[in-house]
């Protein structure tokens, strides 16, 4: 069975600091990777998604996100957030020929203070 | 353009009762999925459309959990004898190719159901 893990539930950083959160997933055939961001009262909304080729994806909102497939791992990244990336993020697998239907991680929630 | 809509944006019901929640996909999009999302986790896959047909529904929980897309736009997901268990949120997205998974997914607000 597939899987997505995301290790931190909560993150929590000042602004202008560094971030990353991170992904890991399992499963038995080939993946497309995402991260979704859902701010307070909206819908879920795509950052980046990984298909193929160069390994690094980058983002809206400065957002950049680094595929490795030996240690099945998708982490997200942003090297100077900002009080507005304070949301919940989600990452997600789609499997390869299967429809297209998302896996979702648990999420984890950034929270920028000042 | 407009995006996905879901109505109502919240719906507080008792237990044993029937709901019905809907979805207005983005016009011309093919594909339509359901998720449900509890407190705290992330969302989990229910159903995907394929134009009319559903195409896979595996993670439809029971069979009180019902969905349809009859004129392959509009989606109505239908929940019989309701029970606590069901309180989450529902999420509808729609993508414009149909069984395509590189292809981006788009969200509605959900519809939050609370079951007294």
């Known amino acids: 069975a597939q899987s997505v893990t995301q290790l931190d539930s909560q993150v929590p950083v000042f602004e202008e600091a560094p971030v990353e959160l991170r992904c890991n997933y399992s499963s038995s055939v080939s993946v497309y990777l995402f991260w979704y961001v859902q701010y307070p009262n909206q819908g879920l909304q795509l950052l980046l998604k990984?298909?193929?080729?160069?390994?690094l994806v980058k983002g809206i909102n400065g957002f950049e996100a680094e595929f490795n497939k030996s240690q099945t791992s998708f982490h997200l990244r942003k090297p100077s957030v900002h009080i507005s990336d304070t949301a919940e993020y989600f990452c997600a697998v789609s499997l390869y020929n299967q429809g297209g239907k998302l896996i979702f991680g648990q999420g984890t929630e950034l929270s920028v203070k000042p | 353009g407009a995006g996905v809509s879901q109505t109502p944006s919240n719906k507080v019901t008792e237990k044993g009762k029937y709901v019905e929640l809907r979805c207005d996909p983005i016009?011309?999009?093919?594909?339509l999925y359901w998720y449900r999302q509890s407190l705290g986790q992330g969302p989990e896959f229910l159903i995907y459309f394929q134009g009319t047909g559903a195409a896979d529904d595996s993670g439809l929980p029971n069979d009180r959990f019902f969905a349809v897309r009859p004129e392959g736009s509009v989606s109505t997901l239908k929940i019989q004898r309701t029970e606590r268990g069901d309180s989450a949120v529902y999420l509808c997205a729609s993508s414009s190719l149909a069984g395509v998974s590189t292809d981006t997914q788009y969200f509605g607000p959900g519809t939050r159901l609370t079951v007294l």
């Open positions: 016009s011309g999009h093919t594909a």
């Open positions: 990984y298909l193929s080729g160069s390994t």
